[in-house]
């Protein structure tokens, strides 16, 4: 029952990090925070043992992160500052697949297998983030990699989104090759998520800051039963920063936010994306800042795919929340899954099945959206400032300032 397995995955990772710290791998004690609350910023509602999506008993999550070069971009060279993020719904070795259900809140993007998914209501496999120009090889190493799996299934249309990482990355050499893909998908674990400029999200901008993955979890509470509702992000939106709200504070104003700059002078950036650091302007006719962001839900309370697709739709609001419109070249697309229903999902017979009751379906809401907005913040604190293609930088959100901010 959902209540048992949260009980026992409760009762997992609240020893987890008191383990890691005897064996030196986790530090509680370090002055350098690494995500949102240790900086003061106030959040809603309970989260799992580990704040992030692998508190839902099964998901398993992977990154491949690859960085090498500097200077000037030269396509197929470098600077390469991009990589590939996996999520395991039941984990690597399982094939049984979940019921889903996606949203696109402005399809400035890509999410592939979603007509499938609507049709059908069932997601098959792992699912993948990376960036604009990769989606087709992460595509096609999760059709090899299921295969060699032996999932029951004569064809696969897996499900890979993105964002877009060219400002900072040769996004148009597509560095991201299908062993890249495997090691993500065979280095995927139940454990921690690592956060900011890692995997899928090595070279995003979010909120005129380093963006890039971002995790967060909620329990809630339904008829005495417990469910988790986790979220993990690839944040590339508001690129400039112009509006951005922490808590309850508009922080635009208060904190040095879009002061991205080209630091070599002597480089003329293929794409003008800022000024240079000087503070001499480029190109007024810059590409579009917008951005975009992928959000995936995953929880393990049984709710069926009409209810996922409605499920799907709150991280909208989250979005709302940090002051985000979602601009007309933003692609903001949005997937969700349940981990209910295990062993009850077969497309050859009658399955009897539990539905979570409609009505009760706010707390999950509710929880989809105080995890997204964390999971957002997140992503911004844990990545650090990037110097990426044609000598682009891009600073992380300030940790003293906004501490400062929430000490008031």
Same mark, same amino acid.
């Given at each position: 029952m959902p209540r048992q397995s949260t009980k026992r995955q409760l009762c997992f990772y609240a020893s987890l990090p008191v383990f890691l710290w005897i064996l030196g791998l986790a530090n509680p004690l370090s002055a350098e925070p690494d995500r949102a609350r240790a900086l003061g910023i106030p959040f809603a509602g309970k989260t799992g043992p580990l704040n992030g999506i692998t508190d839902v008993l099964g998901v398993e999550v992977g990154h491949k992160t690859l960085i090498s070069g500097e200077g000037p971009l030269v396509r197929g060279v470098g600077p390469i500052r991009?990589?590939?993020?996996?999520?395991?719904?039941?984990?690597?070795?399982?094939?049984?697949?979940?019921?889903?259900?996606?949203?696109?809140?402005?399809?400035?993007?890509?999410?592939?297998?979603?007509?499938?998914?609507?049709?059908?209501?069932?997601?098959?496999?792992?699912?993948?983030?990376?960036?604009?120009?990769?989606?087709?090889?992460?595509?096609?190493?999760?059709?090899?990699?299921?295969?060699?799996?032996?999932?029951?299934?004569?064809?696969?249309?897996?499900?890979?989104?993105?964002?877009?990482?060219?400002?900072?990355?040769?996004?148009?050499?597509?560095?991201?090759?299908?062993?890249?893909?495997?090691?993500?998908?065979?280095?995927?674990?139940?454990?921690? +998520?690592?956060?900011?400029?890692?995997?899928? &999200?090595?070279?995003?901008? $979010? @909120?005129?800051?380093? %963006? =890039?993955?971002?995790?967060?979890?909620?329990?809630?509470? +339904?008829?005495?039963?417990?469910?988790?509702? &986790?979220?993990?992000?690839? $944040? @590339?939106?508001?690129? %400039? =920063?112009?509006?951005?709200?922490?808590?309850?504070?508009? +922080?635009?104003?208060?904190?040095?936010?879009?002061?991205?700059?080209?630091?070599?002078?002597?480089?003329?950036?293929?794409?003008?994306?800022?000024?240079?650091?000087?503070?001499?302007?480029?190109?007024?006719?810059?590409?579009?800042?917008?951005?975009?962001?992928i959000v995936v839900v995953a929880t393990d309370a049984p709710i069926l795919p009409h209810q996922l697709n409605r499920l799907a739709k709150r991280p909208a609001l989250a979005l709302g929340r940090l002051g985000a419109i979602s601009n007309p070249g933003s692609g903001d697309i949005f997937l969700a899954f349940s981990t209910g229903n295990a062993g009850a999902i077969n497309e050859d017979q009658f399955n009897k099945v539990e539905q979570f009751p409609n009505n009760a379906l706010d707390t999950l809401f509710r929880g989809t959206v105080q995890a997204t907005e964390e999971a957002i913040v997140n992503a911004m604190v844990a990545a650090d400032t990037v110097t990426g293609a044609d000598g682009l930088r891009v600073h992380r959100l300030p940790h003293d300032e906004v501490r400062e901010l929430f000490s008031q």
């Open positions: 991009t990589g590939v993020t996996v999520i395991h719904p039941r984990g690597k070795v399982s094939t049984e697949g979940v019921y889903g259900g996606w949203f696109t809140l402005n399809a400035s993007g890509e999410m592939t297998g979603t007509t499938w998914l609507e049709e059908r209501g069932l997601i098959d496999g792992p699912i993948g983030i990376t960036n604009t120009h990769s989606v087709g090889i992460v595509r096609d190493a999760f059709v090899g990699w299921m295969v060699d799996q032996k999932w029951p299934a004569l064809w696969h249309a897996p499900i890979v989104a993105e964002t877009y990482d060219g400002a900072l990355n040769d996004i148009n050499g597509q560095h991201v090759k299908r062993p890249h893909v495997y090691s993500a998908l065979e280095q995927a674990t139940a454990g921690p +998520v690592t956060e900011g400029a890692v995997g899928g &999200g090595t070279g995003m901008v $979010c @909120n005129g800051f380093k %963006g =890039g993955i971002g995790t967060a979890s909620r329990i809630v509470s +339904v008829a005495d039963q417990s469910y988790v509702v &986790g979220v993990l992000v690839q $944040c @590339n939106y508001n690129w %400039g =920063g112009k509006s951005l709200r922490l808590g309850d504070q508009w +922080v635009s104003e208060k904190l040095p936010v879009g002061e991205h700059c080209y630091t070599d002078p002597s480089i003329a950036p293929q794409n003008p994306w800022f000024p240079y650091c000087s503070g001499a302007e480029l190109d007024k006719d810059s590409p579009t800042r917008d951005g975009s962001i």
